[in-house]
């Protein structure tokens, strides 16, 4: 019984076929023996056919000879291939080098230079700090291998350390980010988390950037969480806005050169547009919160406070809604991103904590705001984990291929002090600042003053020690003893020009904490890693310092610290450094020469370290730039407003209680330190149009 193939009908066939049926029939009756014969060729045939398509390798590679790529034709991945065996080639079985295996041996080669580039950094940083140089100079001599050597100093391997240096070891972003295609070629790219840029070499920078100086700083999220998501493309504790807030606020850290081929400055425009527009109004993650806490830091550096102080308000209210989580790492998160912000303004807790924390300080304290009353007892439970972040590598990073020295990072013990300096700080801005409430008593003032050195006084000495030369005095350490002293400062000025106040017994101790700051931010700070990335907040310390030497001690005192003109001299000069990627600077330098002119102070061109001998008169900037740089038309305390405050037996009560908190009346002879008065700045403005008459 033979089986007939069955034709689909088409149209118009149909009537056709059915008419003819019996007309078919006969002739396929007739010639039977024929179509027999024709089936029985097709059947041969079409064996021929399936014979040739069988004609194929055994095996088959995925990376075939040139020959049979180019006549895409499987190949067996012999040398010579069974294809190029059996024909006459003009040219050779030639292989290339499959994609999966050149990445590996370069990924290899890579990791073998990263490896014995972090071995010749750990000598090197032996030798330069002296460090038994002739036994490493013998044994390198005698042909010892550098591992040899790195393992007999202690020091840690690039393996041992568990960071990803950017300037020895792999970077994060491109350890974090997905490759354009995996080994075997597969597209695995369709997630991005900034569609600003997908160049690695430049998303790699900027994040080194932030992770050097912006963060250690301002530790408003947890680094290794945020690199984890970041890397496994999660949104527990990443998002985009996130990542192109921190891009945007890196790119004011590049220091452009020549070589330049990105305009980083309109980069950042586009990162801050990109984060912008990935505000969802609904969204109350602790990711947004951050991204808006790094976005307040972007718009207070770019002249534009009052945007600024919004972007710090949401932040501050999408905390308050962010619920508890189980989820592995979010009290770690919690604590570092609800810490930061409270040290940037004020904090507002969810109920399922149980606790109130104590709003501001560094913006409110700048800014002359009131925050509220709080308590901070929630983050002792979190102290396991500072250990880890004390160990952490802080990396010397400014440019792409810096050869970047690192110690660690004590990160954990820095935030910790941070904290516990701004409680302090809340409170006295509180008090200070409040239109409301009971009068401020001389006693409070003292307090508050004790309880500052007390502070410093209990420093781990980790941090303490700036002079030592067995540790380096890292940035953010640097940052936070010197928001100590211009916090001091700040809490003791208004006392200066309060009528019938006995100024002597607060001049001294005034004056040291302002030298102090001054030498931390000159011979620590600007000496070691320049002013270029300090923070805007640290700016404002540079002014309020400088300003009231300038105001009250312009003579200084003989032989010790700097006088008027050489404060407001380092105060611009630092100011001009920081104005490379800081807008905000220009203002504040304007600011400051406005200090100058109402406290009659001019240099000659040779002295001014880059400041015209004549102060320009002309405004650069209007009044609104100064109220976008710090929302008020001055950065000068508000001293006035302050002694409308102080009760009437301020000065009476302080009398009878300052000799108890270490203030005292000088010794007789010792120079006053006073402002000089309208007459005698008239007299040196006389002398000085004198000198210039005489001179011409």
């Known amino acids: 019984m033979s089986f007939r193939t069955i034709r689909p009908s088409f149209s118009g066939e149909n009537s056709g076929s059915m008419s003819n049926q019996s007309t078919q029939s006969t002739s396929e009756s007739a010639t039977g023996s024929d179509s027999r014969r024709v089936r029985n060729e097709k059947d041969a045939e079409t064996s021929n056919i399936s014979t040739k398509r069988r004609r194929v390798p055994d095996s088959v590679t995925r990376n075939a000879c040139l020959n049979c790529k180019k006549a895409r034709a499987k190949c067996d991945g012999k040398k010579p291939c069974k294809r190029c065996a059996s024909r006459i080639e003009t040219s050779e079985c030639i292989y290339e080098v499959h994609i999966k295996h050149a990445k590996e041996e370069l990924v290899k080669q890579i990791k073998e230079l990263m490896a014995k580039d972090h071995l010749t950094d750990q000598i090197l940083q032996a030798l330069s700090t002296e460090e038994q140089v002739p036994e490493i100079l013998s044994r390198l001599k005698k042909g010892e291998t550098y591992e040899a050597i790195v393992s007999w100093l202690g020091r840690s391997s690039i393996e041992e350390d568990g960071e990803f240096s950017p300037g020895g070891s792999q970077s994060q972003q491109s350890m974090f980010d997905s ?35 912006i963060h250690p700083v301002h530790t408003l999220f947890s680094e290794g969480r945020f690199v984890d998501s970041y890397k496994h493309q999660s949104k527990t504790y990443c998002s985009a806005m996130l990542v192109n807030a921190i891009c945007a606020m890196a790119c004011h850290l590049h220091s452009s050169s020549d070589g330049d081929v990105v305009d980083f400055e309109q980069l950042g425009r586009d990162f801050s547009d990109a984060a912008r527009s990935a505000i969802d109004v609904e969204d109350t993650s602790i990711t947004t919160a951050q991204a808006f806490a790094v976005m307040f830091l972007i718009e207070s550096t770019r002249t534009d406070a009052l945007r600024a102080s919004s972007y710090l308000k949401f932040a501050t209210s999408i905390l308050s809604k962010v619920d508890y989580s189980e989820v592995d790492g979010f009290q770690e998160v919690w604590k570092s991103t609800s810490q930061g912000v409270h040290n940037l303004n004020r904090l507002v807790v969810p109920a399922p904590f149980h606790f109130h924390t104590n709003g501001l300080s560094e913006w409110a304290q700048i800014t002359f705001q009131v925050p509220p009353a709080v308590r901070h007892d929630y983050f002792e439970k979190f102290e396991y984990s500072d250990t880890k972040l004390d160990e952490a590598k802080w990396y010397f990073y400014r440019q792409p291929h810096d050869r970047c020295p ?57 941090i303490a020690d700036t002079e030592s030369n067995s540790s380096q005095a890292l940035p953010h350490v640097l940052s936070l ?41 000159d011979e620590h700070y600007r000496t070691q890693f320049t002013c270029r990335y300090q923070t805007v907040l640290q700016m404002f310390s540079v002014l309020h310092l400088a300003d009231v030497v300038a105001r009250f ?144």
């Open 179 to 213: 490759p354009d295609h995996d080994m075997d070629g597969a597209n695995l790219t369709a997630f991005r988390w900034s569609s600003v840029t997908s160049d690695t070499a430049i998303l790699d920078h900027l994040f080194q950037l932030f992770f050097a100086w």
């Open 406 to 462: 690192a110690w660690p990072g004590l990160l954990g013990t820095t935030n910790r002090q941070k904290w516990k300096l701004n409680s302090i700080i809340s409170e006295v801005t509180t008090t200070m600042y409040s239109t409301s409430g009971a009068p401020i008593q001389a006693r409070q003032i003292l307090d508050f003053y004790r309880r500052f050195v007390s502070w410093r006084r209990e420093l781990p000495a980790s």
């Open 481 to 521: 003893l010197i928001l100590y002293e211009n916090a001091v400062v700040q809490l003791l000025r208004p006392l200066l020009n309060l009528q019938g106040f006995p100024v002597a017994t607060v001049e001294e101790t005034i004056w040291k904490h302002a030298q102090s700051g001054l030498f931390l931010l």
């Open 553 to 696: 001690f312009p003579g200084g005192v003989e032989g010790h610290g700097k006088d008027g003109p050489n404060a407001i001299r380092f105060g611009i000069e630092s100011l001009a450094q920081s104005r490379a990627g800081c807008p905000v600077a220009n203002p504040l330098v304007e600011m400051l020469q406005k200090t100058a002119r109402e406290c009659s102070i001019r240099f000659d061109a040779s002295q001014s370290g880059g400041m015209p001998s004549r102060l320009s008169t002309v405004h650069v900037n209007r009044i609104d730039d100064m109220i976008d740089a710090c929302t008020r038309f001055s950065y000068v305390q508000p001293t006035d407003e302050i002694h409308d405050r102080y009760s009437r037996s301020f000065s009476a009560d302080w009398t009878a209680d300052a000799a108890a908190f270490g203030f005292h009346e000088p010794a007789l002879g010792t120079r006053r330190l006073a402002p000089p008065s309208a007459e005698e700045r008239g007299a040196q403005n006389l002398m000085q149009i004198r000198n210039l008459l005489n001179t011409s």
